[in-house]
């Protein structure tokens, strides 16, 4: 067993796409199973949208117990662009593991995200320079990875001709795939792997040969929500009377953004509105106006909740078939919601965009994928991969 743990659920279902492109029985889970018997199995979390001491205690107990399972190997998903409490989560792994060394290689070279010398790139340029110094969390303030990390002088920065420290948190610059494939043939059994999906594909492809599934969802049409719970691209929407790419968008009001709880109540009205959306027209955009919240301070988490609850009401209103929700918070929000722990990945759509059955129902399935990732031209068609 290869066993992952993630801090965001898009992150952890990333993932497991990619252990789907590669043949191994992957599941996605919030919690430890220890009757489990997959080859790959993904613990999600919402660590990145949490205060640092409930991250850290979270990551050391689920890294507790994932090592009663004795996996193969541990690898920790972080994100690409460095958001979220990765040094002390590291820290607290290394603590639960009994392991020496984590090795973090920053950033996805497939996705123009690498580190050059101590200068972490996003598109090209120094990625302070970019919209990630406007995340409402995480800013990239600066492009100095160790800034970027928030760590100290006792994280080790090291290029591939240098001698790989024995212990401590080690950061591996890394331009491009060949870069990856070093760092991956470094590893051993006591290191802890840090990154993203890019250096997880490289992973696998050094531990088992690629395969494509096929899968057996047959072509029906069913009724379909999107949830934009990021607002990374929202402001490049390209709407026309009101639609993108011909699916109704339906911004959160102004009132709801600004209520200071998450009350079903406050919700009520607009949930209907989308739900009778859905029904007249089988689809729907729920959305975060970028313009509602530039000049107003916003709780994100508090936010992802009001989002969640909107979405259980649609549900209560209309036979859902199909949730695509974008960004792993407001995913996470979500699920738990609904009350939903085991995710089995089904379809890779695009990298990064996972199409994937609930433990339990055969009705509701989800396709999620990261903030920052496009979604790709087949969502946007009849629905031809909802659930079995």
């Known amino acids: 067993m290869i066993a992952v743990i993630a801090d965001d659920l898009t992150g952890a279902a990333e993932l497991a796409g990619i252990g789907l492109n590669h043949g191994l029985r992957t599941e996605v889970s919030t919690s430890v199973d220890e009757h489990c018997d997959a080859d ?6 919402d660590t990145r949208s949490l205060a640092v001491n409930k991250a850290t205690n979270i990551v050391y107990n689920l890294t507790v117990q994932l090592q009663r399972l ?10 690409s662009v460095l958001r979220g409490h990765i040094i002390e989560e590291l820290q607290s792994q290394l603590a639960a593991s009994g392991l020496k060394r984590a090795l973090i290689v920053p950033g996805n070279p497939h996705h123009s995200k690498k580190l050059i010398g101590d200068t972490f790139h996003y598109n090209g340029q120094p990625i302070h320079l970019s919209d990630f110094a406007n995340d409402p969390t995480f800013p990239a303030l600066s ?7 928030r760590a100290d002088e006792s994280i080790s920065l ?9 212990t401590g948190i080690i950061i ?3 331009e491009n795939e060949d870069d990856l494939k070093y760092w991956i043939s470094q590893t051993d059994n006591n290191t802890l792997l840090a990154g993203s999906a890019n250096l997880f594909t490289t992973l696998l492809e050094s531990l088992t040969t690629p395969q494509k599934v096929k899968t057996t969802d047959p072509e029906t049409t069913g009724r379909r929500l999107f949830v ?6 929202q402001g490049k929407l390209n709407l026309n009377d009101g639609r993108h790419n011909n699916i109704p968008v339906h911004y959160v009001p102004a009132a709801t953004i600004c209520a200071e709880t998450s009350g079903d109540n406050v919700h009520a009205l607009f949930a209907s509105h989308v739900a009778s959306s859905i029904v007249a027209g089988n689809n729907a955009i729920i959305a975060i106006n970028p313009d509602f919240i530039k000049d107003i301070k916003v709780d994100p988490v508090l936010l992802t909740y009001k989002m969640a609850a909107i979405v259980k009401q649609v549900i209560d209103h209309t036979d859902l078939h199909e949730l695509l929700i974008e960004g792993g918070a407001t995913a996470w929000a979500i699920l738990e919601r609904l009350n939903i722990e085991k995710l089995y990945p089904s379809k890779l759509i695009a990298p990064g965009v996972i199409h994937m059955r609930i433990a339990g129902n055969n009705q509701l399935c ?16 009849t629905n031809n991969y909802t659930c079995i």
């Open 158 to 166: 090291i290029k591939k001709e240098d001698k790989f420290p024995s």
């Open 40 to 45: 790959l199995l993904i613990i999600a979390t």
């Open 366 to 381: 989800l396709t999620l994928k990261p903030g920052s990732y496009p979604w790709p031209a087949p969502v946007w068609g």
């Open 228 to 233: 934009f719970g990021s607002t990374f691209y």
């Open 143 to 149: 492009s100095n990875i160790v800034e970027l990390l």
């Open 172 to 174: 591996g610059a890394a």
């Open 70 to 79: 004795k996996p193969r190997f541990l690898f920790k998903k972080i994100d």
